[in-house]
């Protein structure tokens, strides 16, 4: 049976509810965890390695997010073997990627005193260099599951993969509390991400064959002119995944630790990863929109993406609005629960890395859907550029203002990359910037509206239904 659109929406909204579930649960039980059994300063210390391999994310080179779009976009256009040509290409060269990743690194590792560089004192050398590539290693893994996970989208849905991710993410937790209280250090906890990503892949391909068995892995289909004809597309997705991810997460942290310490560090990734919550839990519908979007736009369904964009916009603001006022309001109780007391409530720097989720948040909304679509290369060259400006001027204001001054300066990066996101998107569908603009500030009633009556009505139908069935 053919799903309706908004029958294939809640269902992936539900999967995706129950990932971010398992996502807010898995830090808000990780950071006690690992806080308990190492103490802040071992957890500093791990976490600027982590932050290190997160550097690793550089090596797939945007191949990866751009192969998975053009994925979703060629089954959308009913285009068969261009999705395979996609899909053998992209896996053959992430391959390549991870097998040079890994053998540099190892070799860089031998040469490198990582207590000199990095200001990692308590953590064994050898303990730490093995922390490091493990870390590493599950990084650069991690990029052979969205080539698997886009082809499963774009026939499923992406409810399924989903909920795998999510599964094996519970299973990881589990694996690293049980090391974590039997006295295993840093680098055995790293050694269990990197059996959860392998498992991670493991599934999808076996998934991939059950669900996708026309999609081809014959290496007869890899086309070398696929890659340069998706450079373009790469080099943008590569940048912004770069700006966000490594430059606008990890470097700060980094800096931190460098100017600061490890203690910094600590505080500051325990706030961000406190008010990142709200972010979370609005992106879900991003996320779940996200290939109903990307088909949209194949089959040139321009109105269709128009309102969902408007939507998302709308939902995006003003829940994340709601929920960072809670989280600010019950912090500090919510800090001494969470962290055992380990780590003290910082207001101001809550209050300033929420305002930066909040606009984050709205930009969301724009962004999945060009990253979708391939179509993200102005909202990358603004974003990457705005981050080094903002992680420049921060380290220039840290030994000063501490903290602080390197959540203010990161709001500027998710202002820039909203603003041009939501021009991008309003001259990619031929619409007026001010006026759509407008348009997504306003409160979501309309919408919101129209679901309760929708649910109203399969509610009351399946009583009906129920109560006929009774009487005969």
């Not at 849905?157 to 990881?172: F, M, P, Q, R, Y």
């Not at 929109?289 to 709308?314: N, P, S, W, Y």
């Not at 990161?410 to 309003?426: Q, R």
Request: glycine share 8%; net charge positive.
């Amino acid at each position: 049976m053919k799903l309706t659109l908004r029958r294939r929406i809640w269902q992936s909204l539900a999967a995706t509810t129950f990932a971010r579930a398992v996502q807010f649960g898995y830090v808000l039980v990780l950071v006690p965890v690992l806080l308990v059994s190492w103490g802040t300063e071992v957890y500093g210390e791990w976490m600027i390695l982590t932050a290190i391999a997160g550097f690793g994310s550089l090596s797939n080179l945007g191949i990866v997010q751009a192969s998975a779009s053009e994925i979703m976009l060629a089954v959308g256009a009913r285009d068969g073997e261009r999705a395979s040509k996609v899909y053998i290409t992209s896996i053959v060269a992430v391959l390549a990627v991870v097998v040079l990743t890994l053998t540099i690194a190892w070799g860089s590792i031998q040469v490198i005193d990582l207590k000199t560089y990095f200001a990692v004192t308590l953590i064994p050398s050898n303990a730490a260099a093995n922390t490091l590539l493990l870390a590493l290693g599950s990084t650069v893994l991690s990029a052979f599951i969205p080539p698997f996970s886009a082809a499963l989208s774009a026939v499923v849905g992406n409810g399924l993969s989903t909920v795998v991710g999510a599964l094996i993410k519970i299973g990881e937790l589990l694996a690293i509390w049980a090391v974590a209280y039997a006295g295993g250090g840093p680098a055995l906890v790293s050694a269990m991400l990197v059996i959860s990503i392998g498992i991670s892949v493991a599934i999808h391909i076996v998934l991939v064959r059950i669900y996708v068995p026309w999609l081809s892995a014959d290496l007869r289909y890899f086309d070398a002119s696929i890659l340069w004809r998706l450079v373009p597309s790469s080099l943008a997705q590569f940048s912004i995944f770069i700006s966000t991810n490594t430059l606008g997460v990890q470097l700060p942290r980094v800096i931190l630790g460098h100017l600061m310490g490890p203690t910094a560090v600590a505080l500051f990734t325990v706030t961000i990863t406190y008010a990142r919550t709200a972010r979370t839990l609005t992106s879900l519908f991003s996320q779940a929109l996200q290939v109903e979007a990307t088909r949209a736009f194949a089959e040139k369904e321009h109105e269709r993406l128009i309102r969902m964009v408007r939507g998302l916009c709308q939902i995006h603001l003003w829940l994340s609005v709601v929920l960072v006022s809670v989280l600010i309001l019950a912090g500090k109780q919510l800090f001494v629960l969470w962290t055992h007391g380990k780590i003290p409530f910082d207001l101001e720097l809550c209050i300033l890395v929420s305002l930066g989720f909040i606009a984050g948040s709205f930009g969301d909304a724009i962004l999945v859907v060009l990253i979708g679509i391939n179509r993200i290369m102005p909202v990358a060259i603004g974003h990457v550029a705005s981050v080094v400006l903002s992680v420049t001027l921060a380290a220039l204001l840290v030994p000063k203002w501490g903290a602080a001054s390197m959540a203010a300066a990161m709001i500027i990066p998710e202002l820039v990359a909203a603003g041009i996101g939501m021009l991008t998107f309003t001259r990619l569908v031929s619409l007026s910037f001010p006026e759509f603009f407008v348009s997504t500030l306003r409160l979501p009633v309309d919408m919101i509206r129209r679901e309760l009556m929708q649910v109203t009505r399969v509610v009351c139908g399946n009583a009906r239904n129920w109560r006929w069935g009774a009487g005969n």
